[in-house]
């Protein structure tokens, strides 16, 4: 049984940072990357970052890009995501999850992770 627990969330004023932290575990459990992703009420869930390990590489959401920045232990099977300069946006519940497959490049849909944590509620306040 793997498990996903992500936490740090909470309610910060725009312009605020956050940091979002994430731990994979489970016996014999390695996985091949590491993401975020996020759901606003009414909308879909989509890609925030993710952190690949074979390659060491780091891939940001459009919107995100130049604010957050993702990091992690492979390891460890952890990752986190630090957010700066905080939108209303923003606001959402953040969801952490772990592939244990290998793609060339992507990750950036939801049915690339095999391991999804229960969620971390982010508000940003205007």
């Known amino acids: 049984q793997v498990q996903v627990v992500e936490s740090g969330g909470g309610l910060v004023q725009a312009g605020g940072s956050l940091r979002l932290s994430c731990a994979a575990s489970?016996?014999?459990?390695?996985?091949?990357?590491m993401g975020w992703f996020r759901q606003a009420p009414g909308k879909e869930r989509e890609f925030v970052a993710v952190?690949?390990?074979?390659?060491?590489?780091?891939s940001y959401a459009d919107s995100v890009k130049g604010r957050f920045t993702i990091s992690g232990d492979n390891s460890q099977n952890t990752v986190y995501l630090q957010m700066n300069s905080l939108k209303p946006e923003d606001t959402a519940v953040y969801y952490c999850a772990a592939s244990t497959r290998y793609y060339y490049g992507g990750y950036y849909q939801p049915n690339m992770y095999d391991y999804w944590g229960q969620g971390t509620q982010v508000t940003v306040s205007s």
């Open positions: 489970g016996r014999t459990f390695s996985s091949t990357a």
């Open positions: 952190r690949r390990w074979s390659t060491s590489t780091s």
